[in-house]
């Protein structure tokens, strides 16, 4: 054994070498976990991110708090909130049209009150709205209604204090209410104002504004649950006369979640990244320099030991060239390029979640201009988003003011309450896409397949120009009102008429919301039937499953129904008043409301029955085209359900036309027929359009005269009138018609509608 003075001069060197690696070991490792702390700061750890639907209330507080910060401060923020709101909004949005006068009253009234346009509907509240998505995620507007009076006004709850959005009790996505946390507000007559209330905070309940229009619409109105309206009555402190209506970016829960937090971290980290890379570029602009003296004495090397120990005064400087030369330290510039490729690359992970592409912040390195032009289709889908959730924001709410105003008989229970809201294009036009436009609309004008109005209409869409209804009345009249001298049936005819506008509204809604929705459950469902063939038995009773929405065909045509028929009575009093002279030219027509339960009831069974047609022929078209895919083509369900556009077409596109315009005229004639007999009209004249179009035995009953309770010959068909739904449908779909009245001087106008 040897002790420690006894060791050999290796031993004691090997010694010092490991006390020294220990040292070094550990201070790397010390620096290393420095480094790693230094990167975590300003980043949000995956295990620290709460893994429910919904965050906290205080953790959504922290988060809005967080984002509001970076929307105030950080340039990329703002220009995607500026970027957005423009593509959404335009310039704003316009007070929508109705094509009902009462109705158009009535929105205007309650789109230009001055709370509601501070609130929802001025462009200023509309762009603070989008940029409350971004910061707070969500926004929830109160809906102020009041007992004696139609009017709604719109307020605002600040996101902070609704501590919990309220499901049914019997089904967790079904928003019933929302819990509200707050100190009432005092009003002070010292100083005018309202105060905050001291105490605790009160605990209030508000009921979602669906709840509002059941419990509006009453127990007899369609969707009404009794059990849920009980329940969200039984809530604590609830507020009858405000509900809520809950605006949120799309999330996973039933919060909304600001739109900034997923480009929080990657923003923070860009601006560390840009400051390092600043620091790093100033660092690398102070030219560094080095000094080489020749000495060859010792006196030489006291003066040069002098003159590093000396420093100069304020601004001054030294000049030494006894023997010395000065050389520039070369430094090299990678390490700048990398870092601003590093910036770049970190930024761009924080752009990517609004949804718009690098150059449109400005940097003109991210492609050629087909790579630009292939990057728009993220930001006009992103466009197309925000409108569809705006656009449902304001149909909703300015239909619950109809409704209230309806049921206050500020509007006739029978109006039609669709109204035109139009937002700008998403992607903006060109003069080439105008051009082309101007020119297939003017193509299908000359073949017949536009009427001039619509035509027009779209024409002066695609131009940008301003009140276009108003134009449009100038240059073809005002809409809903007849010349008071017609020069013959036909030039009548040719008129984009009120039954035709009618008729193309009844088209697309049923189209929007019955047959489509139905032509893509059936593409669901086969491509949940995979590669296998079913045999024909279990085939057909897959089919009879697949109904299509019944309840809300029904409702649609019933609703179009009075409304064509309404048409058709008011149509009826207008010849009459003016056959019979009795009403002036600028005099409005008296107003026809059918209140008849005769007539409605007859109305109610034929929806009722065409309903039943529509769904089982669809029905029966849906699985005669799939046996012949099956069995004949040998195609798999999966196959099918890729096809399904081409393969499938008849009850896609063509049965939302036919339905539409048949039922209009039928309703539209079967009334004014009735306003007709109701008000002593002896006889009638059936006038036909003649065109190429114009069925020969159409053609040929033009002019025919009968008693009135006689019918008309056509064809060898006896028709009480056009559109007699006791006809066959070859003399009755697309029928373009007309049943006049022959006047002999002693009838009076005096039924407008009402109970017989």
């Not at 499953?545 to 048409?567: F, H, K």
């Not at 008296?590 to 109305?603: C, E, G, K, S, W």
Request: with cysteine; hydrophobic share 40%.
């Amino acid at each position: 054994m040897r002790w420690p003075w006894q060791q050999t001069e290796t031993q004691r060197a090997e010694a010092a070498a490991q006390e020294a690696w220990a040292r070094v070991a550990e201070a790397t490792a010390s620096n290393v976990e420095r480094q790693l702390a230094e990167e975590d700061v300003g980043w949000t750890k995956l295990t620290d991110v709460e893994t429910g639907y919904d965050l906290t209330t205080q953790a959504l507080a922290n988060i809005r708090q967080r984002c509001r910060q970076m929307w105030r401060i950080d340039s990329t923020v703002g220009a995607a909130d500026m970027l957005l709101a423009s593509g959404t909004f335009g310039q704003g949005i316009s007070t929508p049209n109705a094509p009902d006068v009462s109705v158009q009253n009535i929105l205007s009234e309650h789109w230009d009150d001055e709370d509601n346009q501070l609130a929802l509907y001025s462009h200023a509240a509309m762009l603070r709205t989008n940029s409350l998505l971004m910061t707070d995620g969500e926004r929830f507007l109160t809906l102020h209604t009041s007992a004696s009076d139609w009017r709604m006004k719109i307020g605002e709850i600040e996101p902070e204090q609704i501590v919990q959005v309220v499901s049914a009790p019997n089904n967790k996505l079904r928003v019933a209410a929302y819990a509200r946390r707050h100190r009432q507000a005092q009003y002070d007559p010292q100083t005018a104002s309202y105060r905050s209330a001291t105490g605790e905070q009160r605990l209030t309940h508000y009921m979602d504004w669906r709840i509002a229009q059941m419990i509006a619409a009453g127990p007899g109105g369609a969707g009404y649950d009794a059990e849920l309206v009980e329940w969200v009555r039984a809530l604590p402190n609830l507020q009858e006369d405000v509900s809520i209506y809950h605006v949120r970016a799309p999330g996973l829960g039933t919060r909304g979640m600001p739109e900034i937090y997923r480009a929080y971290d990657w923003l923070r980290a860009s601006s560390q990244a840009l400051s390092a890379l600043v620091t790093w570029t100033r660092a690398q602009a102070a030219i560094a320099w080095q000094q080489r003296r020749t000495i060859t004495t010792a006196a030489q090397l006291a003066r040069a030991a002098s003159a590093v120990q000396s420093t100069g005064g304020v601004a001054g400087v030294q000049i030494h060239n006894d023997g010395m030369e000065m050389k520039p330290v070369d430094v090299s510039t990678g390490g700048a390029q990398n870092l601003q490729a590093a910036v770049r690359q970190t930024l761009l992970p924080g752009i990517r979640p609004f949804g718009f592409g690098e150059h449109y912040y400005g940097d003109a390195s991210s492609g050629k201009y087909t790579t630009a032009a292939n990057m728009e289709l993220p930001a006009i889908w992103r466009i197309n988003a925000r409108q569809t959730l705006f656009r449902a924001v304001l149909v909703d709410i300015v239909t619950m003011a109809l409704r209230r105003a309806q049921r206050f008989r500020q509007i006739p229970s029978a109006s039609d309450l669709y109204f035109d809201l139009d937002f700008p294009a998403s992607e903006p036009s060109t003069p080439q896409t105008v051009h082309l436009g101007i020119m297939a609309l003017v193509q299908g004008l000359q073949a017949g397949l536009l009427e001039p109005r619509e035509a027009a209409y779209h024409a002066y869409l695609l131009l940008g120009t301003n009140d276009i209804d108003r134009v449009l009345d100038e240059q073809f009249g005002v809409e809903g009102t007849a010349p008071p001298v017609i020069a013959s049936v036909a030039e009548a005819l040719r008129q984009d008429t009120a039954a035709d506008r009618l008729a193309r509204r009844f088209q697309r809604e049923l189209q929007a919301r019955v047959i489509t929705p139905w032509h893509e459950r059936v593409r669901a469902w086969l491509l949940t039937q995979g590669e296998t063939i079913p045999e024909p038995a279990i085939l057909a009773s897959q089919v009879s499953m697949l109904q299509p929405d019944g309840r809300l065909m029904l409702e649609i045509i019933e609703r179009y129904s009075v409304a064509a028929a309404n048409l058709g009575g008011q149509q009826a009093i207008n010849r009459l008043q003016r056959a019979l002279q009795r009403a002036a030219v600028r005099e409005a027509p008296a107003q026809f409301v059918l209140a008849d339960p005769t007539l409605r009831r007859a109305l109610k069974q034929r929806g009722e029955q065409i309903t039943g047609e529509v769904t089982q022929s669809m029905l029966d078209d849906l699985h005669t085209v799939l046996q012949m895919q099956y069995y004949d083509e040998g195609l798999a369900p999966v196959a099918v359900a890729r096809d399904l556009d081409s393969i499938f077409p008849p009850t896609y596109a063509a049965r939302a036309e036919t339905i539409a315009r048949t039922e209009t005229l039928i309703a539209q004639m079967e009334t004014l027929h009735e306003t007709y007999r109701r008000n002593g009209v002896r006889q009638k004249q059936w006038a036909a359009f003649i065109d190429d179009k114009t069925r020969d035995s159409h053609a040929d009953a033009n002019g025919q005269v009968r008693d009135f309770d006689e019918p008309f010959d056509v064809g060898g068909v006896l028709l009480m009138h056009p559109g007699d739904p006791s006809g066959p449908a070859a003399e009755i779909i697309n029928c373009r018609c007309d049943e006049l009245p022959v006047i002999d001087g002693d009838e009076t106008v005096t039924w407008l509608g009402g109970d017989a």
